[in-house]
């Protein structure tokens, strides 16, 4: 009995020392790949003040902070949100500043004017945006459904569907807690239409594209028996789980995340509740990375013209290629009198409609759209 009391406690505090350990290494980890960047810029404050060159590097800071701002959402939308921006953000401009030197300093005409060089902490001005809605609203609030897509595969042993629904159900809280506004399943698509869909990728793609979901999450969990042990004189079948996510844009099809996650050998769901958190984490982190990047980038729209002969569609490609903001312009396919194109358009769909429909001969008379489609009839 006394063996199986120190026993016990030696195990307790080997699970103790390997969390602390895991936390400490987290930290660590999390500390190295935090991203920033050195900014150049300056600030202004009146001279002749007892404050007056700390208040000009207090400007040069939040000039500083707004800049980088810039690098992550477009500069209208800060203007269109500056309540949302000044409590939110500029209220707390030291927080994001990691460090700062002061390259040149200067009283003249009755003001105090420094030039400095701050490095800020991006990844902390984006999660505080993120915060606030700002990254949504710069996305115009895309909505986002959850649907399972499980393997089937007889050497694999598996709980059942409410396993697979269990993680889901799991992916789908963290991005409602991320603030993700999504598409209810059970009120959009019905049980006869999500069964004939049932593993077919493009079919649930089709699906939530047709409910108005901007992004389809789609999960997959299984579980590969591994070993029994016995405990204690009681026995336990020891699972590996693997939880599988991706994330797809509905418009283009394009998939914008992709990852996997074992969960730690178990014989309770605790394991899979956790590789999925962590999984749905992950995905959210690289689609708030994909957003903010797309202020610098430009973001491919498709675009269907209806009603267009040959000739017509030659002069309209030329016409669209001299659009300010597109990049690219591809041709995927003519068939039938219908055009179908990528654009690669630096802004957002509602700017590039308003200069299609700019376009003159032939004009263009859109009759359809979502965040990252277009469809247009020429006329």
Known sequence: MMAERISKKILYVFIYLVAVTSSILSIGYSSAEEKSETIL?????????PDSRRNAIEDAMRNAVEEAMGTIVNVELLVENKAIVNEKILSQTKGYIQ??????????????????????????????????GLLMKRKQMPRLMVLTMPRTDPQLISPGKQYVDSAAGVVEGVFLKKKFSMVDINQHISKQKLAQASGNRDKLIALARDTGAELLVLTDAIRYFERNVVLYGSNYDIFRSE??????????????????KQGEPSASMDAVYDASRELANAA???????????????????LTIARMDFNSLEKLEKQIRNISGVDNLYRRAFEAGQGHFDIEYRGTADDLIKKLTSIKSPSLSITGMSQQTIEAVAQ
């Open 284 to 302: 959210i982190e690289s689609i708030l990375q994909k957003w903010s990047s797309d202020v610098n980038n430009a973001t491919t729209y498709k």
């Open 41 to 49: 810029t300056t600030g202004v404050a009146m001279a002749g003040q």
């Open 99 to 132: 460090n700062y030197k002061v390259n040149s300093e200067e009283e003249k005409n009755g003001l105090y004017r420094v030039q400095i060089e701050a490095t800020v902490k991006l990844g902390k001005v984006r999660d505080d945006m993120e915060a606030a």
């Open 243 to 260: 939880i599988q996510l991706r994330v797809i844009e509905t418009g283009t099809g394009k998939v914008i995340y992709s990852g996997s």
